[in-house]
Nanobody, 125 residues
Framework: QVQLVESGGGLVQPGGSLRLSCATSGFTLYSYAIGWFRQAPGKERDEVPCISSPDGRTYYSGSVKGRFTITNNNAKNTVYLQMNSLKPEDTGVYFC??????????????????WGQGTQVTVSS
């Protein structure tokens, strides 16, 4: 019943922008947090942004802070990730996931139970 569907990925040049969407169903979005995780080849999966709907708090990893913005629209059960000033190191598959809360900081690794299928983001000239 729980479903998350990512969209909006693609190929962009360095310095460009993309807007990712995570459409959710099967649960009450405003009661949970949604995190975006990036999986790059040969690297561990990292949570880059997160938004907690109950209190509106957000989390950003140090590598994306100031460039990425996560927002939600609870009425549409959708979470968005606006990515600006993209760098080649931002390349990877981006997954959204349902979680009980956002990380407290870069030192905490969350393990959500429900994931989307991912959308590929490639930043290259």
């Amino acid at each position: 019943q729980v479903q998350l569907v990512e969209s909006g990925g693609g190929l962009v040049q360095p310095g460009g922008s993309l807007r990712l969407s995570c459409a959710t169903s099967g649960f009450t979005l405003y009661s949970y947090a949604i995190g975006w995780f990036r999986q790059a080849p040969g690297k561990e999966r990292d949570e880059v942004p997160c938004i907690s709907s109950p209190d509106g708090r957000t989390y950003y990893s140090g590598s994306v802070k100031g460039r990425f913005t996560i927002t939600n629209n609870n009425a549409k059960n959708t979470v968005y990730l606006q990515m600006n000033s993209l760098k080649p190191e931002d390349t990877g598959v981006y997954f959204c996931a349902i979680d009980l809360r956002c990380p407290s900081g870069d030192w905490e690794r969350r393990e959500p139970d429900y994931w989307g299928q991912g959308t590929q983001v490639t930043v290259s000239s």
